[in-house]
């Protein structure tokens, strides 16, 4: 066989040098356990990503509110926006609106009495209405009144009063009312129809007066009916300015307008003065000798809604035409002649005439803008700075979280393992009470504490972080006892038992350390999803109120379908870093969880 000839090395060739691998022994002796852990965490290329992830998150959070120019809860207007606003109210009437002569009454009891009297004549006449010409008599409160038909087509009435005037007999004449108790006039009257042969029935007049009679031969019951006091109608009389509203109230002006839409009248004279009226359509106008706007006559009533509104003549006439005519928009001229665009915009039986007005309109919902990148929410706020606030709030309320429940684990999980028996019993129970609370409800009934007691805002996410942490621990709690099971048998446990030292020594200084790397692997990839349960809670509206924000509060806007389909710059933000936050730390949870891996090769 051929002898295998072995390379012969010289001064002036060098060996080749062997690479020596992470977890080679020879480099173990030269590195630190920390830096150790540190190079592999290293050379995790996910784990790197994840702590930039996190940097980026936290910069974002903590660093970027002190350069934007918005605070948390600042709303942005515009100023010069117009919007419909409701300027005057106008409805049909359809029931009787009553006129009474002043000095007289007619109580709410005399109006149901003479709605009765009405129904029960249309259900004797099928359903017509009282003619003109006829009268229709009702009792109320002991007085007997007539009613008479002033214009059919309206419909509107006038109401008088009977009063007994006299009984007639066979010889005889009894005069009851007061009045006329010495009028010969009358009682001559009254002798032509006390004969057998004279009518048992009827009416004529005395002195203005209308008498109407009834009864036998033998005798018959005389009765006075009054002038008119009341008008009941479905018009509605409306004065253009204070100054005509005692002509409006007043009854006999009513009853001479009524009678003049009735009858076709272009005028009418009350108390020495001319008013001239001007039919529109279904509607009087009324005007004095001057030409100046008085009253309007319509079955249409007008409200203002704005305080300082005076509706004018021609804003009606607009009004009333556009409602007959069922125009949506329309035009009026205001007090200094300029039109004025309106609409009418109808709520079941009310009709709200609209103008537009300029006030200061919340921006709400606003695509993202030069001004603000990722545009405004839906209660005009800036998107951009409510997301940073939100994730100082999100960000801290996971930590904060993490480290209340990995301290209250530790002390519990550390007792229990390291003393078992019936301490480790006892405790581990608890770990099971605690397990057996359900979360959500347990959260609701806080949350529905904290409103009944009106919690400031600050204030619910201190209460909000105690509630996580006293209902999360219990995890790290069992690993934490898990480990000092099978820490407390080992060999350099045995030397502290030797040494004497005090037991909280030998937990906290000696068990505790060799189990914080894992707890610091479950601490990270748990922060994770303490900030989904927090974005949870706030999704659902138990998390912090506004105008506080967190990123599942922002989440939370998007429950409003229009806000979803429309508005992706409210809520997708706000899911994406939730997203990014919760891989961010569970990728760098991997890589310290690989690192702390001895056995890891990289």
Not at 149 to 156: A, C, D, G, I, R
Not at 289 to 303: I, K, N
Request: net charge negative; proline share 4%; glycine share 8%.
């Amino acid at each position: 066989m051929e002898e295998i000839k072995k390379p012969i090395l010289n001064e002036q060739t060098a060996a080749p040098e062997e690479e020596m691998k992470l977890d080679d022994a020879r480099r173990v002796k030269v590195l630190s356990p920390g830096m150790l852990v540190f190079k592999r965490f290293i050379r995790n290329k996910l784990a790197i990503a994840g702590t930039i992830i996190l940097v980026v998150m936290f910069l974002f959070a903590f660093v970027g509110p002190l350069f934007t120019p918005y605070s948390i809860a600042q709303q942005f207007t515009d100023t010069n926006a117009f919007q419909w606003s409701e300027y005057a109210t106008v409805m049909y009437n359809n029931e009787l609106r009553y006129t009474v002569q002043a000095g007289k009454t007619f109580s709410k009891a005399d109006q149901t009495a003479l709605m009765l009297a009405f129904s029960n004549y249309r259900k004797s006449h099928n359903n017509a209405d009282l003619p003109a010409g006829e009268t229709l008599e009702f009792t109320s409160g002991g007085n007997t009144y007539y009613v008479e038909t002033l214009n059919p087509e309206v419909p509107s009435y006038v109401i008088r009063a009977k009063e007994d005037l006299a009984t007639v007999g066979v010889g005889k004449i009894d005069i009851s009312a007061e009045e006329y108790a010495n009028d010969p006039g009358l009682e001559a009257e009254l002798k032509k129809l006390s004969v057998p042969m004279a009518p048992t029935s009827g009416e004529f007049e005395y002195n203005g007066k209308k008498i109407a009679f009834s009864g036998n031969k033998m005798e018959r019951k005389f009765v006075m009916i009054g002038d008119p006091f009341v008008l009941a109608t479905e018009n509605i009389f409306d004065s253009v300015n204070r100054d005509y509203d005692a002509l409006a109230k007043n009854m006999q002006f009513c009853v001479l307008l009524e009678e003049a839409l009735r009858d076709n009248l272009t005028s009418v004279t009350f108390e020495d003065k001319t008013y001239n009226l001007e039919e529109k359509g279904e509607d009087l106008i009324v005007r004095d000798d001057q030409g100046a706007d008085v009253m309007t006559v319509s079955e249409l009533v007008f409200g203002t809604a704005r305080n300082g509104v005076v509706l004018t003549v021609p804003f009606k006439e607009a009004t009333q035409e556009a409602v007959r005519g069922k125009v949506e928009y329309f035009e009026f001229p205001d007090e200094n002649g300029n039109m004025v665009e309106a609409r009418l915009h109808t709520v079941n039986a009310n009709i709200y005439v609209e103008t537009q007005m300029k006030s200061e309109l919340v921006r709400i919902d606003e695509p993202p803008s030069r001004e603000h990148p990722l545009g405004l929410d839906h209660n005009g706020m800036d998107v951009l700075t409510r997301l940073m606030y939100g994730g100082r709030i999100s960000l801290m309320v996971g930590f904060v979280v993490i480290f209340f429940e990995t301290f209250i684990g530790v002390i519990i999980g550390g007792i229990s393992g390291y003393f078992g028996g019936w301490v480790d019993t006892a405790l581990m129970r608890l770990v099971d009470l605690f397990n057996a609370i359900p979360f959500y409800p347990m959260v609701i009934i806080m949350v529905s504490v904290m409103d009944a007691y009106r919690v400031s805002g600050y204030a619910r996410i201190f209460f909000l972080m105690v509630v996580l942490g006293v209902l999360g621990w219990t995890g790290i709690a069992r690993v934490t006892r898990g480990q000092i099971l099978s820490l407390r048998e080992q060999d350099f446990m045995v030397a502290t038992e030797a040494t004497g030292i005090r037991t909280s020594r030998k937990i906290f200084r000696h068990l505790i350390p060799n189990v914080m790397p894992l707890l610091i692997v479950n601490a990270t990839m748990g922060l994770g999803g303490v900030i989904i349960s927090e974005a949870t809670l706030g999704f659902l509206g138990l998390g912090v109120k506004y105008p506080l924000a967190s990123w599942g509060s922002i989440i939370n806007q998007a429950t409003d379908m229009y806000v979803m389909r429309t508005c992706w710059w409210i809520w997708i933000p706000a899911g994406c870093l939730i997203m990014l936050s919760v891989l961010g730390f569970n990728f760098v949870g991997d890589g310290l969880r690989d690192a702390y891996d001895p056995k890891m090769k990289r």
